[in-house]
């Protein structure tokens, strides 16, 4: 017949669909798929349904002697308490020394990533602020970019959060009130949206002229108010 599980004596490697596990664990077969995912292990929470529960893997090692820990660890969720709705994230959990398994990262149904705790580094192993971006090609950095016309890119900067009428949100965003420009825009209110709401405080035109209280300056400084 067909061997569908073997165990190596000289090893205790097991094999799932092959004679010559090479792991502890070797799984081998044709993968599951159902719709974007595809895989060849399957893991299943039977714990009855709760917003937070949903299969996983945990990453365990040792960490003196013999003594071992919970490192890290993967789970796919169920992202509410909805009867009837599946919709799941993906969470990342990793811990620091003497301290508890702690939730870093999530990926939401809706495609949204969060990073509640730490600091993100590319192209650096020690990111100092929470997103920090080091380069080694002149004029390389971070690009933002409107996917279509008329959809102008920007870097949004929110307020503190502060309840005080005078805060504002900023927007600094290309090509707003006319092409090759770059703008400065200020919320209408606090906590407000300065696209929508706000005027331009100030524009640097395609030819640098730079308009105050204007967004087509005719001269090198052009300011009105």
């Known amino acids: 017949g067909n061997t569908y599980v073997t165990i190596k004596t000289t090893t205790g490697n097991v094999g799932i669909g092959t004679t010559g596990p090479g792991l502890t664990l070797d799984v081998k077969g ?10 060849t292990i399957r893991s299943m929470d039977s714990t009855a349904m709760a917003a937070g529960v949903g299969g996983g893997i945990v990453f ?9 820990a919970d490192f890290a660890g993967i789970k796919g969720v169920k ?4 009867d009837n709705n599946y919709a799941g994230a993906l969470s990342f959990s990793t811990r620091a020394n003497l301290a508890n398994l702690t939730e870093n990262m999530v990926l939401s149904s809706s495609g949204t990533l969060t990073i509640p705790n730490g600091n993100v580094g590319i192209g650096t192993t020690g990111p100092g602020k929470r997103l920090d971006v080091n380069v080694t090609t002149a004029g390389d950095g971070i690009r933002v970019s ?5 959809f102008y890119p920007g870097i949004y900067y929110a307020g503190s ?6 805060a504002r949100n900023w927007l600094i965003m290309a090509d707003g009130s006319q092409w090759g420009s770059l703008e400065f825009k200020p919320s209408a209110a606090a906590q407000g949206d300065p696209y929508t709401t706000g005027t331009t405080a100030m524009l640097i035109d395609r030819a640098g002229n730079v308009g105050i209280g204007i967004t087509n300056p005719g001269a090198k400084l052009d300011v009105i108010g």
């Open 30 to 39: 044709a993968a599951y798929t159902n719709q974007a995912a595809r895989g």
């Open 60 to 68: 365990n090692g040792i960490y003196t002697g013999t003594s071992q």
């Open 79 to 82: 992202e509410n308490a909805t």
């Open 146 to 150: 409107g996917v279509t016309p008329n």
């Open 161 to 166: 959060g502060s309840a005080n009428a005078s």
